[in-house]
């Protein structure tokens, strides 16, 4: 179990460079998402490496053309939470705007 103080109050990470996949792993348990697949890890890892390098989360369409998953399988990867778990659980701070349908911004 992490400890509580690495969070904000929201559950993002206070500082995404501690980030590891051990990390991102208690995030999902935390979302009910108990098994990553090599999908799941797929997206957390690109989000993940965007961050480092733009200091900003890639948009939806970003996510979809780079790691080839469908808008359709993202929501069926990361149900009820969208973008919100993508982003956590790939160690970035929480996003000022989240929209669409499931969670990913256009």
Do not use: Y
């Not at 993940?48 to 970003?62: D, I, M, S, V, Y």
């Not at 080839?68 to 659980?89: D, E, H, K, T, W």
């Amino acid at each position: 179990m992490l400890d509580a103080s690495i969070f904000d109050k929201e559950g993002f990470l206070n500082e995404p460079e501690i980030w590891t996949r051990e990390i991102a792993v208690e995030i999902a348990a935390k979302h009910g998402l108990t098994e990553l697949t090599p999908e799941h890890w797929k997206v957390i890892e690109f989000v993940h490496h965007h961050f480092e390098r733009t200091q900003a989360p890639p948009l939806g369409h970003k996510i979809t053309e780079k790691t080839g998953i469908s808008r359709q399988q993202l929501a069926n990867l990361f149900p009820n939470f969208g973008v919100i778990l993508i982003v956590s659980g790939a160690g970035n701070p929480k996003p000022r705007v989240v929209c669409g349908e499931t969670g990913i911004a256009e």
